[in-house]
Protein backbone atom coordinates (compact mmCIF):
# COMPACT_ATOMS: atom_id res chain seq x y z
CA UNK A 1 0.00 0.00 0.00
CA UNK A 2 1.60 3.51 -0.83
CA UNK A 3 -0.12 6.42 0.64
CA UNK A 4 0.23 9.71 -0.94
CA UNK A 5 -0.06 13.49 0.52
CA UNK A 6 -4.01 12.80 -0.52
CA UNK A 7 -3.91 10.10 2.13
CA UNK A 8 -2.80 12.24 4.72
CA UNK A 9 -5.29 15.15 3.79
CA UNK A 10 -8.29 12.64 3.83
CA UNK A 11 -7.19 11.22 7.20
CA UNK A 12 -6.74 14.92 8.78
CA UNK A 13 -10.22 15.75 7.72
CA UNK A 14 -11.84 12.59 8.97
CA UNK A 15 -10.14 13.09 12.19
CA UNK A 16 -11.70 16.88 12.00
CA UNK A 17 -15.13 15.20 11.21
CA UNK A 18 -14.78 12.71 14.14
CA UNK A 19 -14.14 15.88 16.57
CA UNK A 20 -17.34 17.84 15.39
CA UNK A 21 -19.55 15.02 15.13
CA UNK A 22 -18.29 13.47 18.58
CA UNK A 23 -17.75 15.71 20.95
CA UNK A 24 -17.28 13.35 23.79
CA UNK A 25 -13.83 12.07 22.23
CA UNK A 26 -12.56 15.29 21.72
CA UNK A 27 -10.19 14.97 23.82
CA UNK A 28 -8.75 11.65 22.97
CA UNK A 29 -8.53 13.45 19.37
CA UNK A 30 -6.65 16.27 20.42
CA UNK A 31 -4.24 14.13 22.42
CA UNK A 32 -3.78 11.06 19.06
CA UNK A 33 -5.13 12.91 16.27
CA UNK A 34 -1.12 14.53 15.71
CA UNK A 35 0.15 10.55 16.22
CA UNK A 36 -2.08 9.16 13.97
CA UNK A 37 -0.83 12.31 11.38
CA UNK A 38 2.37 11.80 12.49
CA UNK A 39 2.72 8.06 11.74
CA UNK A 40 1.20 8.36 7.78
CA UNK A 41 3.34 11.42 7.02
CA UNK A 42 6.30 9.36 8.58
CA UNK A 43 5.41 6.17 7.03
CA UNK A 44 4.71 7.58 3.41
CA UNK A 45 8.45 9.41 3.97
CA UNK A 46 10.40 6.13 4.43
CA UNK A 47 7.82 4.05 1.77
CA UNK A 48 11.12 4.23 -0.79
CA UNK A 49 12.61 1.53 1.39
CA UNK A 50 10.44 -1.15 2.19
CA UNK A 51 11.65 -3.51 4.77
CA UNK A 52 11.81 -7.21 4.13
CA UNK A 53 12.26 -10.15 6.58
CA UNK A 54 12.32 -13.64 5.86
CA UNK A 55 8.65 -15.67 6.88
CA UNK A 56 8.93 -19.17 7.25
CA UNK A 57 5.39 -20.57 6.05
CA UNK A 58 5.48 -23.79 8.25
CA UNK A 59 6.31 -21.74 11.20
CA UNK A 60 3.56 -19.20 10.43
CA UNK A 61 1.01 -21.97 9.76
CA UNK A 62 1.85 -23.06 12.67
CA UNK A 63 0.96 -20.30 14.59
CA UNK A 64 4.33 -18.76 14.75
CA UNK A 65 4.12 -14.88 14.56
CA UNK A 66 7.09 -13.03 12.50
CA UNK A 67 8.25 -11.70 16.11
CA UNK A 68 8.69 -15.07 17.07
CA UNK A 69 10.68 -16.05 13.82
CA UNK A 70 13.60 -13.77 14.22
CA UNK A 71 14.31 -10.14 15.51
CA UNK A 72 11.90 -7.56 13.93
CA UNK A 73 14.23 -4.51 14.63
CA UNK A 74 17.95 -3.75 13.49
CA UNK A 75 20.13 -0.82 13.91
CA UNK A 76 20.08 0.15 10.19
CA UNK A 77 15.97 0.58 10.38
CA UNK A 78 14.98 4.68 10.25
CA UNK A 79 15.07 5.07 14.31
CA UNK A 80 16.01 8.59 14.57
CA UNK A 81 13.38 9.95 11.76
CA UNK A 82 10.66 7.99 13.27
CA UNK A 83 12.01 9.08 17.28
CA UNK A 84 11.80 13.22 15.65
CA UNK A 85 8.50 12.23 14.08
CA UNK A 86 6.81 10.57 17.48
CA UNK A 87 8.39 13.35 19.93
CA UNK A 88 6.85 16.13 17.58
CA UNK A 89 3.75 14.40 17.71
CA UNK A 90 3.59 13.92 20.98
CA UNK A 91 4.57 17.43 21.78
CA UNK A 92 0.97 18.57 20.05
CA UNK A 93 -1.03 15.45 21.62
CA UNK A 94 0.12 15.83 25.02
CA UNK A 95 0.44 19.83 26.51
CA UNK A 96 2.19 18.81 29.36
CA UNK A 97 4.98 17.03 27.50
CA UNK A 98 5.60 19.97 25.33
CA UNK A 99 8.65 20.45 27.02
CA UNK A 100 10.67 17.54 27.07
CA UNK A 101 9.88 16.55 23.86
CA UNK A 102 11.29 19.34 22.28
CA UNK A 103 14.42 18.81 23.91
CA UNK A 104 13.85 15.34 23.19
CA UNK A 105 14.20 16.14 19.51
CA UNK A 106 17.22 18.30 19.42
CA UNK A 107 18.61 15.26 21.20
CA UNK A 108 17.42 13.36 18.27
CA UNK A 109 18.62 15.58 15.61
CA UNK A 110 22.27 16.22 17.25
CA UNK A 111 22.63 12.46 17.09
CA UNK A 112 23.51 12.27 20.98
CA UNK A 113 20.56 10.31 21.72
CA UNK A 114 20.09 7.05 19.67
CA UNK A 115 16.42 6.15 19.53
CA UNK A 116 17.45 2.37 18.65
CA UNK A 117 19.46 1.97 22.34
CA UNK A 118 16.58 3.54 23.72
CA UNK A 119 13.85 0.50 22.04
CA UNK A 120 16.21 -1.76 23.38
CA UNK A 121 15.95 -0.16 26.67
CA UNK A 122 11.92 -0.69 26.87
CA UNK A 123 12.07 -4.31 26.15
CA UNK A 124 14.17 -4.94 28.91
CA UNK A 125 11.84 -4.72 31.56
CA UNK A 126 13.78 -3.02 33.46
CA UNK A 127 12.48 -0.54 35.73
CA UNK A 128 15.52 1.00 37.39
CA UNK A 129 17.50 1.49 34.15
CA UNK A 130 14.19 3.06 32.38
CA UNK A 131 14.01 5.25 35.26
CA UNK A 132 17.71 6.28 35.31
CA UNK A 133 17.37 7.19 31.85
CA UNK A 134 14.62 9.63 32.35
CA UNK A 135 15.99 11.47 34.74
CA UNK A 136 19.37 11.77 32.35
CA UNK A 137 16.67 12.82 29.63
CA UNK A 138 15.37 15.33 32.21
CA UNK A 139 11.43 13.84 31.97
CA UNK A 140 8.90 12.41 33.39
CA UNK A 141 8.90 8.57 33.39
CA UNK A 142 5.51 8.11 32.05
CA UNK A 143 6.58 10.56 29.77
CA UNK A 144 9.57 8.45 28.52
CA UNK A 145 7.40 5.35 28.06
CA UNK A 146 4.76 6.75 25.88
CA UNK A 147 7.61 7.51 23.70
CA UNK A 148 8.90 4.44 23.60
CA UNK A 149 5.40 2.88 22.83
CA UNK A 150 4.75 4.91 19.69
CA UNK A 151 8.58 4.38 18.79
CA UNK A 152 8.36 0.98 18.68
CA UNK A 153 4.64 1.10 16.91
CA UNK A 154 5.69 3.21 14.23
CA UNK A 155 8.64 0.76 13.48
CA UNK A 156 6.53 -1.91 13.68
CA UNK A 157 3.56 -0.57 11.82
CA UNK A 158 6.37 -0.13 8.69
CA UNK A 159 7.29 -3.88 8.63
CA UNK A 160 3.51 -4.78 8.61
CA UNK A 161 2.71 -2.31 6.33
CA UNK A 162 6.14 -4.19 3.99
CA UNK A 163 4.97 -7.54 4.71
CA UNK A 164 1.60 -7.71 3.39
CA UNK A 165 1.58 -8.80 0.24
CA UNK A 166 4.22 -11.28 1.47
CA UNK A 167 2.04 -12.65 3.92
CA UNK A 168 -1.46 -12.28 2.39
CA UNK A 169 -1.13 -15.93 0.74
CA UNK A 170 -0.46 -17.64 4.17
CA UNK A 171 -2.80 -19.11 6.07
CA UNK A 172 -3.25 -17.54 9.84
CA UNK A 173 -5.40 -19.16 12.28
CA UNK A 174 -5.00 -17.39 15.39
CA UNK A 175 -6.46 -14.70 17.29
CA UNK A 176 -3.00 -12.96 17.91
CA UNK A 177 -1.78 -10.36 15.12
CA UNK A 178 0.67 -12.75 12.88
CA UNK A 179 3.48 -10.09 12.75
CA UNK A 180 3.90 -8.96 16.30
CA UNK A 181 1.56 -11.48 18.22
CA UNK A 182 -0.08 -8.91 20.50
CA UNK A 183 -3.84 -9.47 20.90
CA UNK A 184 -6.11 -7.26 18.33
CA UNK A 185 -8.50 -4.01 19.85
CA UNK A 186 -10.70 -3.63 17.37
CA UNK A 187 -12.59 -5.98 14.81
CA UNK A 188 -14.29 -4.50 11.65
CA UNK A 189 -16.81 -6.25 9.91
CA UNK A 190 -17.28 -6.15 5.75
CA UNK A 191 -18.17 -7.35 3.05
CA UNK A 192 -19.97 -11.02 3.37
CA UNK A 193 -20.09 -10.70 7.36
CA UNK A 194 -16.15 -11.07 7.51
CA UNK A 195 -14.67 -10.48 10.46
CA UNK A 196 -11.04 -8.64 9.89
CA UNK A 197 -8.99 -8.30 13.50
CA UNK A 198 -6.85 -5.20 13.76
CA UNK A 199 -3.63 -4.94 15.53
CA UNK A 200 -3.12 -1.64 17.98
CA UNK A 201 0.58 -2.44 17.70
CA UNK A 202 1.65 -2.91 14.00
CA UNK A 203 -1.88 -1.80 11.90
CA UNK A 204 -1.50 -5.19 10.43
CA UNK A 205 -5.13 -7.06 10.07
CA UNK A 206 -6.16 -10.06 9.33
CA UNK A 207 -9.42 -12.50 8.80
CA UNK A 208 -10.87 -14.75 11.80
CA UNK A 209 -14.28 -16.71 12.33
CA UNK A 210 -17.07 -14.24 13.76
CA UNK A 211 -18.19 -16.29 16.51
CA UNK A 212 -15.05 -17.93 17.78
CA UNK A 213 -13.14 -15.87 20.56
CA UNK A 214 -9.77 -14.49 19.38
CA UNK A 215 -8.51 -14.89 22.89
CA UNK A 216 -9.36 -17.87 24.51
CA UNK A 217 -10.24 -19.51 20.63
CA UNK A 218 -13.38 -21.09 22.77
CA UNK A 219 -16.24 -20.75 20.26
CA UNK A 220 -20.14 -21.47 21.56
CA UNK A 221 -23.06 -19.28 20.67
CA UNK A 222 -23.62 -19.52 24.40
CA UNK A 223 -20.39 -18.08 25.90
CA UNK A 224 -20.03 -15.51 23.26
CA UNK A 225 -22.21 -12.63 22.02
CA UNK A 226 -22.06 -8.92 20.84
CA UNK A 227 -23.21 -6.49 22.43
CA UNK A 228 -25.41 -3.23 20.83
CA UNK A 229 -25.83 0.04 22.07
CA UNK A 230 -29.72 1.18 21.59
CA UNK A 231 -29.43 2.98 18.44
CA UNK A 232 -26.52 2.01 16.95
CA UNK A 233 -26.42 -0.96 14.56
CA UNK A 234 -22.85 -0.20 13.21
CA UNK A 235 -20.91 -0.20 16.50
CA UNK A 236 -21.11 -3.11 18.56
CA UNK A 237 -18.70 -5.35 21.15
CA UNK A 238 -18.12 -8.90 20.65
CA UNK A 239 -17.91 -10.67 24.14
CA UNK A 240 -16.51 -13.79 25.90
CA UNK A 241 -17.91 -15.20 29.30
CA UNK A 242 -15.41 -17.86 28.81
CA UNK A 243 -12.33 -15.09 29.24
CA UNK A 244 -14.51 -12.21 30.16
CA UNK A 245 -12.63 -10.40 27.24
CA UNK A 246 -14.59 -8.12 24.87
CA UNK A 247 -13.69 -6.62 21.28
CA UNK A 248 -15.40 -3.41 20.03
CA UNK A 249 -16.18 -4.16 16.60
CA UNK A 250 -17.57 -1.80 13.85
CA UNK A 251 -19.82 -2.84 10.91
CA UNK A 252 -18.73 -1.05 7.73
CA UNK A 253 -19.41 -3.49 4.71
CA UNK A 254 -19.88 -1.10 1.88
CA UNK A 255 -16.91 1.21 2.86
CA UNK A 256 -14.68 1.91 -0.31
CA UNK A 257 -11.89 4.39 1.48
CA UNK A 258 -11.05 2.57 4.19
CA UNK A 259 -10.88 4.55 7.68
CA UNK A 260 -7.73 4.07 9.64
CA UNK A 261 -8.37 1.45 12.52
CA UNK A 262 -6.78 3.80 15.11
CA UNK A 263 -9.81 6.52 14.47
CA UNK A 264 -12.81 4.22 14.19
CA UNK A 265 -11.34 2.38 17.67
CA UNK A 266 -11.07 5.91 19.68
CA UNK A 267 -14.61 6.81 18.13
CA UNK A 268 -15.93 3.51 19.93
CA UNK A 269 -14.56 4.74 23.33
CA UNK A 270 -18.20 5.40 24.61
CA UNK A 271 -18.52 1.31 24.37
CA UNK A 272 -15.28 0.76 26.15
CA UNK A 273 -16.35 2.33 29.23
CA UNK A 274 -19.69 0.29 28.91
CA UNK A 275 -17.80 -3.13 28.80
CA UNK A 276 -15.25 -2.59 31.88
CA UNK A 277 -18.29 -0.63 33.50
CA UNK A 278 -19.70 -4.56 33.11
CA UNK A 279 -17.12 -6.67 34.47
CA UNK A 280 -14.73 -7.19 30.90
CA UNK A 281 -11.45 -6.62 30.17
CA UNK A 282 -10.21 -5.66 26.50
CA UNK A 283 -8.23 -8.05 24.58
CA UNK A 284 -5.68 -5.29 23.69
CA UNK A 285 -4.45 -2.43 26.26
CA UNK A 286 -4.35 0.58 24.04
CA UNK A 287 -3.82 4.16 25.55
CA UNK A 288 -7.47 5.20 24.45
CA UNK A 289 -8.84 2.25 26.00
CA UNK A 290 -7.65 2.21 29.59
CA UNK A 291 -10.28 3.89 31.43
CA UNK A 292 -9.03 7.51 32.90
CA UNK A 293 -8.01 10.78 30.86
CA UNK A 294 -5.12 10.51 28.15
CA UNK A 295 -3.56 13.20 29.79
CA UNK A 296 0.23 12.46 30.71
ZN1 LIG B 1 0.61 -6.60 15.17
ZN1 LIG C 1 -12.69 -15.85 25.18
Redesign the pocket.
Known amino acids: MVSSNDDIETLAEEIEQARTALPHIASLLNAFGPLMMGRSRWLMEVQEDPKKIPVDPIQYHDGKPLSEQGSLFSPEDPWQSAGLAVAQAIALGFPNAARSMTALSSLIADGRVDCSSLITLSELDDDAQLTARAVELAMELEILLLFLRFLGRFLLTRIARDMADELAPLSWSKGYCPVCGTFPHLAILREHGQRWLQCGECGHEWKFPRLQ??????EDPA??SYLFVAGNKEDTAFT??????YLVTSSRPAELHQSPADLIAITLAHLDILLQENGFTPMAECEWNTLGSPQV
Do not use: K, L, V
Not at 240 to 245: E, F, I, N, P, T
Open positions: CPHCEHDTCSQCQR
